[in-house]
Every structure is written in C-alpha cells, then in structure tokens.
C-alpha cells in the first residue's frame, strides 16, 4: 500500500501542475510535458504493444497501477469503455479543451500500445458526475461514431 500511496501522491503532484497548466496561454508545454512523461512510464513499466482492445485497455491500466481508479467498464464492438476515477484539477472547470490537451499522456501511452483513446464524458464538464469516461479502440480503427467531449 505504501507503493500505491506514492504513486496516488505523484499523481496528484503531476496533475495539479499540468491541468492549470493546459488552461494557461502556454498549454503547449502541457503536450511536450505528458509526451515525455508517457514515454518514461512506458519504459519504466516496460510497456507491451497488444492486439486487441481488451488487451490495449489492460495495458493502459497496468501503465498507472492503481487499478481502482482505471476501470474497464465493458468491451462491444471492437471498442474498450473504460473509466478514470482518479482526482483531476480541472474537475468542473467548464474547460473541456484544456481536459483535452492534458490527456495527452493517454493518448501516447495508447499509440505505444497500438491503440487510440477518445474521452467521451470529461468531469472538466460541470455536468459530469463521478468519473470521466473515455473509450479505446485500435490505432488504425477508421470509424468516426465516437464523439469526443471537447467537440460537443
């Protein structure tokens, strides 16, 4: 516990600078900021490309450790629904671009997997309740259906 302990602690140190971050005129930091930072966490964990979604969305959550605050809700359709549980700073910010920007660091972690990620529901929406909801599907899946919250 000790370990989760620390990584909740890292977590929040990261979050609570790169999501004011992403809101600020310099936000372009928070894109080189989450790129490095997933590349170190996919070396660090030793990252694996996966085939299939469900494994894409298992590699993901193994990446972060704290399986508790990354859930994988269902998988239908060739698509991972999943869920972030983990505190954000821009939680009901109304700022669904900078939520946008600071998932940068999914993002790259699911191309080195061979996956894409696509937040649906943000808590960065005051309307949003609980949990941000995002969905993975593989990287060179072409469908378009998926609408991505800083678009609505």
Known sequence: MEGD???IA???RVNNFTGPLSRTRKHW??????KIL???TWLKNRGQR??????????????????RFWK??????DTAYCEIHFACSLEKTG??????????????LLKHIGGQLVVLESRADPHVKGC???????????????VAAHRK
């Open 5 to 7: 302990s620390q990584k």
């Open 10 to 12: 890292l977590y929040k």
């Open 29 to 34: 930091r928070t894109k080189v900021i989450a």
């Open 38 to 40: 997933a590349q170190y």
């Open 50 to 67: 996966q085939g299939t979604v469900g494994n894409m969305a298992e590699e993901w959550r193994r990446m972060f450790g704290l399986n």
């Open 72 to 77: 994988i809700e269902k998988i239908e359709n």
């Open 95 to 108: 700022d669904l671009q900078a939520c946008h920007r600071l998932m940068e660091y999914d993002r790259t």
């Open 132 to 146: 941000c909801k995002i969905a993975i599907r593989k990287h060179d899946d072409q469908r378009v259906d998926l």
